[in-house]
């Protein structure tokens, strides 16, 4: 299984914004569809986002749509969470996934689709 490794979270005021790193430990990352996830204190862990293998299909849970941005750069085997205009409830732990399959379309968002996970970064939005 693909090893990935996130970065960027931290501490920002509302209406900041965050940009989350993940990057993948082999050449292999190119070929899965890539999800982003959050796990709250208390609360169960959530779908954010998806991108299909190609960076071509994209998708979002509501609560974030027009905020937050997935992209990926194959060449760097890396995915990336673009988070704008942050809001409280936005705080969590962030985790990436790659999904099981490869060549994905990027439209799973169930935790079980998904067989390789980072070990999260905190993101912290104050008001």
């Known amino acids: 299984q693909v090893q990935l490794v996130e970065s960027g979270g931290g501490l920002v005021q509302v209406g900041g914004s965050l940009r989350l790193s993940c990057a993948a430990s082999?050449?292999?990352?190119?070929?899965?569809?890539m999800g982003w996830f959050r796990q709250a204190p208390g609360k169960e862990r959530e779908f954010v986002a998806t991108i299909d293998w190609s960076g071509g299909g994209t998708s979002y849970v509501d609560s974030v749509k027009g905020r937050f941005t997935i992209s990926r750069d194959n060449a760097k085997n890396t995915v990336y969470l673009q988070m704008n205009s942050l809001k409280p409830e936005d705080t969590a732990v962030y985790y990436c996934a790659s999904e099981k399959v490869p060549w994905g379309l990027g439209l799973q968002r169930r935790i079980g689709d998904f067989g390789s996970w980072g070990q999260g970064t905190q993101v912290t939005v104050s008001s």
């Open positions: 082999e050449r292999t990352f190119v070929k899965y569809a």
